[in-house]
């Protein structure tokens, strides 16, 4: 199994970027997929997360706080791909951003993910 989020850069305070988040190796469609983010000295923090859709799902999609109203998370199965789309961009979102495979209950905790993939990483300036 392999993930790999793609899509990072340098921007300005409210900008757009929408982060790719691909897997290999799994049964796409089986699987709920999450993005995280992780600052310098902070812990990992839950951006958002889509459930999968083989089966019934109570939760289909969930958004942090500071995501909602501005990010979209979405899935592309044929590519086997999640996408986090990030509009007006603060510079508090400056982070790597990481997807993962999700099993079990809550979405927003990173104990109920695995298969961490390389993080990539979200500049903001102003």
């Known amino acids: 199994v392999q993930l790999q989020a793609s899509g990072g850069g340098l921007v300005q305070a409210g900008d757009s970027l929408r982060l790719r988040c691909t897997a290999s190796?799994?049964?796409?469609?089986?699987?709920?997929i999450g993005w995280f983010r992780q600052a310098p000295g902070k812990e990992r923090e839950f951006v958002a997360f889509i459930g999968r859709t083989d089966i019934w799902v109570s939760i289909t999609s969930m958004y942090s706080d500071s995501a909602k109203g501005r990010f979209t998370i979405s899935r592309d199965n044929a590519q086997n791909a999640v996408y986090l789309q990030m509009n007006s961009l603060k510079l508090e979102d400056t982070a790597g951003y990481y997807c993962?495979?999700?099993?079990?209950?809550?979405?927003?905790?990173?104990?109920?993910?695995?298969?961490w993939g390389q993080g990539t990483q979200v500049t903001v300036s102003s």
């Open positions: 190796g799994v049964a796409f469609a089986t699987w709920g």
């Open positions: 993962a495979l999700h099993r079990g209950s809550r979405p927003d905790l990173p104990e109920n993910y695995h298969s």
